[in-house]
C-alpha cells in the first residue's frame, strides 16, 4: 500500500553518492511508500519536438535520453541505467527481484529488452537483432502436452515484420515472446496495424491495445481497442471496442476485477488521456469513464495491492511534468506521490511480489501451416452491431488478406488521391450452411477480414483483422454477437464435414482494383453515356479523360470525410461498403439499403443502370464493381510482379485450393 502523499521536487534532493548508480536522498525519510518504485524518468528537453503519430492516434517513440530510476521508502533515489543512452518501459518479476526494460546502447541503437535485478546489478541482454523491441512485460509458464517441464518467457512489442501499419506512419509493432535467454522467438499477433502494451492478467491472459483500420466504417482513423490473446498468440478476441473514446491503451489490471486503461480520441507525444475502466467479468457492459478533467491528462497505469493504481499524470496545457499519483477507482481519489520537474516520471512498477498468474498450455505448433476457424451461427448479431444481419440473409463467406506495405516500398502516386486502407486480394469465399455455421482452413498468421455475403454478393457485415496461429481450431457464437453470450451447445452442420480449405500461394490470389479490373469495363460499357450531363447519374465520365479523372469522379465527396469519425462516405462510392453505395443501387436497380438503415434513405425509388438501350453489364462486371467497392475501392492494388497469371473471374470467385 502508498500511505498519504508528498510532493518531492527536484530542488529538495540532495546528492549522497556519485558515480555509477548515483544515490540521491531526500531531506526526510518519512516517505508515504511501503515498497520501493521503479520507473522512467524521461527530460523534459527530450519530450520536446515530439508528437503523436497517424494523425493523433499513436504516441511517439520516447525514450532517448531516459533513464530508469528507483525510488526507496525512505526518499533516496538511485539511477539504474546510467551507461544506457536512453531507456523505455519496464516490468518487474513475480518475486519482485528483477527488473525487465527497453533500453538502447547507443544514440542510433536498437531498441533491445535487457533484465537486471532489482538494484541495478547484474545487467543482461534479452533481445539480439530483432528490430526495435519496446514494452517488455514477464510472461507465466507455457508448455505444451508432449513438454517435460513448463518454462517461462517474456513478450514485448516490436517491428521486427517490417510491415508499414495502416495509417503509413512508420513500422507496424507486433507482440513476439521468447524465453528468458532470447532463445524460442515466436510473433503472437498478426495486426496489420500496431499492437501495443502488452500486460498480463492473473487468468494467464495477455491483454493488450491493438489498432483496427480494417476499412473505413469508424472513420479514416479506425480506432485502437483492447484485445485479449493467450501467451502462444491463440485465442485472439476483442476485450473492450466501441464504448468511450477511439483510443484505448497502457491497460492494466486492479486486484479487485477491474481493467482501467488510458484513452482520448487524439493524443500527443506521450499518449496521455483520461482514465476509464471496465470490469474482467462484464468487460463488454461495463465501461465507465474514470476522469473528466479535461485540463489534466494520464499515462500509464500499474496496479497496487488493494485495487489502487499508481499513474501518471501532467496537465493538459504542459505547464509540468507528469509526476506519480495513487488513484483510487472505487472512490476517484488520488494522493501525490512524487515530481521532479525536470522529468517526465512515468511507466512506474511497484517492486513489491505479486501472484503469479496461471500458466498456459499450447496446441500451436509452427509444423503446420494453416488453421482453422468456425462460427456456429453467422446470423446470430447484436442489432445495434450489424442491422442487417438478419436470420436467414447470408448466404457465403468472403475471405480477404490484408497485404501490407513493406517498409521503404515506392507506393503508386496515384494511390495518394485519397487515403486508402491497406491493400487486399480474395483468399476465397465459402458456404454458410443453412443453420449459419462455417468452418474454413486458412494460412496460419495471415491477417484476414471475414466478409458475410447476401444473394446478391453484397456485403452485410465485415469483421475486423482476424488470423489463426499454426495449427489452431479458433470459434466464434456468431458474427457481431454480444461477446459475452454463451453458445447453444449443439453440433453444427459446418462441424459435420472437413472445413472449406482457403489455401490458394499466394501468387494465385485475385486483386481487385479500379486500375486493372475496374476501368476497362467502365471504357466498355459506361464511357460516354455518363459524360452526358442531362443524364439523371452524371458521372462526367469523358471519352478524353484518363483513368485517374474517372477515378476520382467516382470518389467524390470521399476526401471530405476523412477527418471525422463517422463511415468514410463519398457521393457515389463508400469505400469498404458497396451495399450503401448509389453506385451499386443503379446496377441493381434498387436501394440496396435494409430497411433497418433508413438514414440511408432505403426505400428510395432508384432507377436501373444502364438504361435498356445501353450496354448492359454482366454478373461478373457487376461483381467486380461490387467487390471492387467492397474490398476498400482502391485505385492500384497488389503490385503487378505479385499477381498471379489471369484467370476467369467467375472460377476465381470461387474458391479454394
Not at 7 to 20: F, K, N, Y
Not at 140 to 161: C, G, H, K, N, R
Not at 269 to 295: C, F, I, K, P
Request: a negative charge.
Amino acid at each position: 500500500m502508498l500511505k498519504g502523499y508528498r510532493s518531492v521536487l527536484a530542488a529538495a534532493i540532495v546528492v549522497v553518492g556519485s558515480g555509477a548508480g548515483l544515490v540521491q536522498a531526500l531531506p526526510s525519510s518519512d516517505y508515504p511508500l511501503e515498497h520501493p518504485v521503479v520507473f522512467l524518468q524521461l527530460p523534459v528537453t527530450a519530450s520536446r519536438g515530439l508528437s503523436g503519430r497517424a494523425g493523433g492516434m499513436l504516441r511517439a517513440d520516447y525514450g532517448d535520453g531516459g533513464r530508469i530510476v528507483r525510488l526507496e521508502p525512505d526518499g533516496r533515489l538511485r539511477v539504474l541505467t546510467e551507461q544506457f543512452a536512453g531507456a523505455g518501459e519496464l516490468d518487474v518479476s513475480f518475486d519482485a527481484d528483477r527488473i525487465l526494460f527497453a533500453a538502447k546502447r547507443r544514440q542510433g541503437d536498437p531498441w533491445d529488452i535487457w533484465e537486471m535485478n532489482a538494484d541495478g546489478t547484474g545487467k543482461r541482454q534479452v533481445t539480439r537483432d530483432h528490430g526495435n523491441c519496446r514494452q517488455p512485460a514477464y510472461q507465466s509458464t507455457l508448455y505444451t502436452i508432449v513438454s517435460t517441464e513448463p518454462w517461462f518467457q517474456v513478450m514485448f512489442a516490436s517491428d521486427a515484420a517490417g510491415a508499414l501499419n495502416e495509417w503509413g506512419s512508420g513500422a507496424a509493432m507486433s507482440l513476439y515472446s521468447c524465453r528468458l535467454d532470447g532463445t524460442s522467438m515466436r510473433r503472437l499477433t498478426a495486426n496489420l496495424s500496431d499492437d501495443l502494451d502488452p500486460f498480463l492478467m492473473n487468468d494467464g491472459r495477455v491483454l493488450h491495445a491493438g489498432g483496427q483500420r480494417a476499412d473505413l466504417r469508424r472513420g479514416f482513423w479506425g480506432r485502437i481497442s483492447l484485445f485479449g490473446v493467450n501467451t502462444d498468440g491463440a485465442d485472439y478476441a476483442l476485450f473492450c471496442g466501441d464504448q468511450g473514446r477511439r483510443i484505448k491503451h497502457m491497460p492494466c489490471a486492479t486486484e479487485d476485477g477491474l481493467v482501467v486503461f488510458v484513452e482520448a480520441d487524439r493524443v500527443g507525444w506521450d499518449g496521455a488521456g483520461q482514465l476509464a475502466a471496465v470490469s474482467v467479468r462484464r468487460n463488454h457492459h461495463s465501461y465507465r469513464s474514470l476522469t473528466n478533467d479535461v485540463s489534466l491528462l494520464y499515462h500509464s497505469p500499474t496496479p497496487l495491492p488493494g485495487g489502487s493504481i499508481v499513474v501518471s499524470r501532467r496537465p493538459a496545457d504542459a505547464s509540468e511534468t507528469h509526476g506519480l499519483w495513487e488513484f483510487d477507482p472505487r472512490t476517484g481519489g488520488s494522493h501525490l506521490l512524487f515530481d521532479d520537474p525536470v522529468y517526465h516520471d512515468i511507466h512506474a512498477k511497484v517492486l513489491t511480489p505479486r501472484c503469479q498468474p496461471d500458466g498456459r498450455s499450447s496446441v500451436v505448433n509452427e509444423k503446420y501451416p494453416t488453421g482453422q476457424l468456425y462460427c456456429l451461427n453467422a446470423n446470430l448479431t447484436d442489432p445495434s452491431a450489424a442491422p442487417r444481419m438478419l436470420a436467414g440473409t447470408t448466404r457465403t463467406l468472403r475471405v480477404i488478406e490484408g497485404v501490407p506495405a513493406r517498409a521503404g516500398e515506392r507506393i503508386s502516386d496515384s494511390l495518394q488521391m485519397w487515403p486508402p486502407v491497406v491493400r487486399k486480394r480474395l483468399l476465397g469465399v465459402a458456404p454458410i450452411e443453412e443453420d449459419g455455421s462455417f468452418q474454413i482452413e486458412i494460412p496460419a498468421d495471415l491477417p484476414v477480414q471475414l466478409q458475410t455475403l447476401d444473394a446478391d454478393g453484397l456485403a452485410l457485415a465485415s469483421s475486423g483483422w482476424i488470423w489463426v496461429k499454426h495449427r489452431e481450431p479458433r470459434g466464434c457464437i456468431g458474427c457481431h454477437e454480444d461477446p459475452e453470450l454463451t453458445p447453444e451447445n449443439r453440433l453444427v452442420a459446418a462441424l459435420r464435414r472437413p472445413a472449406t480449405r482457403l489455401t490458394l500461394p499466394a501468387l494465385k490470389r485475385r486483386t481487385v482494383d479500379f486500375r486493372r479490373e475496374v476501368m476497362p469495363i467502365i471504357e466498355r460499357k459506361c464511357m460516354g453515356c455518363h459524360g452526358d450531363s442531362a443524364r439523371e447519374f452524371d458521372l462526367e465520365l469523358k471519352p478524353t479523360g484518363g483513368a485517374d479523372q474517372v477515378y476520382a469522379a467516382l470518389l467524390e465527396g470521399v476526401e471530405d470525410s476523412v477527418a471525422g469519425s463517422d463511415p468514410v462516405r463519398g457521393k457515389y462510392i463508400h469505400p469498404g461498403q458497396a451495399r450503401t453505395s448509389p453506385l451499386v443501387w443503379r446496377l441493381f436497380g434498387r436501394n440496396t439499403v435494409s430497411s433497418e438503415d433508413a438514414a440511408m434513405g432505403s426505400g428510395q425509388a432508384v432507377s436501373q443502370c444502364p438504361p435498356a438501350e445501353a450496354k448492359q453489364l454482366s454478373n461478373a462486371e457487376k461483381a467486380t464493381l461490387i467487390e471492387w467497392i467492397d474490398l476498400g475501392a482502391h485505385w492500384d492494388g497488389i503490385p503487378e510482379q505479385e499477381v498471379g497469371p489471369a484467370t476467369d473471374a467467375g472460377l476465381a470467385r470461387g474458391v479454394t485450393e
